[in-house]
């Protein structure tokens, strides 16, 4: 009898020690660290400002955030999108596998939020990776170095897109009108510009009918400073109109920002 106590005391002190080992073990590696997790925290505009009403310039902004996990391993990630002075979405997991990517652009960010509207919205994508998410098949620790660049376990990087002109780049057609000046009544053009083969060179619109003469005329009047009573004083002739295709017609900028981690204890 007295053995058995003897025993079953023996084994429960072995039991109390290992136990107290592997949470004073689990406490110093938490101690040594002293970090909870990694977060990325990445600004996103996305939406149209059709005036000048702010805060931006008017025009067109994009937003597109990619992350790349650049570990041997697979991180697991929880992101959540916040709007500024607005609501804060729910987490989301993503587990990225060794060296994949993913992205999040702005129909992702205004999905979550059921936004249909263009109007501007800004806010941040914050991504957290809570550091004891990062253990191995045995529950060990994979991270040893706790430097920051040793915790930099992922490439975010953020592409941001501003256009000001309402539609995307597009070439636009050209039009080549050659033509003489035959009499002025008004004496207010140069008398060398007289019965000589001139050019202007307009943007065009397919399918559209124009008064080519009127065209002529109303650079006439803005080169000259002249009325329409002047115009009725001034005949022209048109010699020849040809349509070309001119410069791609943009008005886009886009900048690249690399998101730093920022570590939590």
């Known amino acids: 009898m007295n053995k058995s106590c003897l025993f079953f005391g023996i084994l429960l002190l072995f039991i109390i020690f290992q136990t107290t080992d592997y949470a004073f073990a689990q406490n110093a590696t938490s101690t040594k660290s002293?970090?909870?997790?990694?977060?990325y925290a990445a600004k996103f505009v996305c939406g149209s400002i059709p005036d000048d009403s702010g805060p931006l310039r008017p025009g067109h902004y994009d937003t597109a955030i990619s992350i790349l996990n650049k570990k041997n391993y697979e991180v697991d990630i929880f992101w959540n999108a916040v709007i500024d002075d607005g609501p804060a979405s729910n987490t989301i997991l993503k587990t990225l596998a060794a060296e994949k990517s993913t992205g999040i652009t702005?129909?992702?960010i205004k999905d979550i939020f059921g936004i249909t509207t263009k109007e501007i919205v800004e806010g941040f994508i914050i991504v957290r990776i809570p550091i004891d998410s990062l253990r191995g098949f045995d529950n060990e620790q994979i991270v040893s170095d706790y430097s920051q660049d040793a915790l930099n376990l992922l490439d975010v990087q953020v592409f941001y897109t501003a256009n000001a002109l309402s539609t995307l780049p597009h070439e636009v057609a050209q039009e080549k009108i050659s033509f003489y000046i035959i009499q002025d009544f008004t004496n207010k053009i140069p008398k060398e510009s007289f019965r000589k083969l001139?050019?202007?060179t307009l943007p065009s619109t397919l399918n559209e009918l124009s008064d080519t003469e009127q065209k002529v005329k109303s650079i006439l009047a803005?080169?000259?400073d002249l009325d329409n009573k002047d115009l009725e004083k001034i005949v022209i002739r048109i010699k020849s109109i040809s349509v070309g295709v001119g410069a791609l017609?943009?008005?886009h900028a886009i900048s690249l920002h690399i998101v730093k981690p920022q570590i939590n204890s």
Do not use: A, P, S, W
């Not at 002293?34 to 977060?39: E, Y």
């Open 34 to 39: 002293g970090i909870q997790d990694i977060t």
């Open 106 to 108: 702005c129909k992702n």
């Open 198 to 200: 001139l050019d202007i």
């Open 222 to 224: 803005k080169k000259y």
């Open 249 to 251: 017609l943009d008005d």
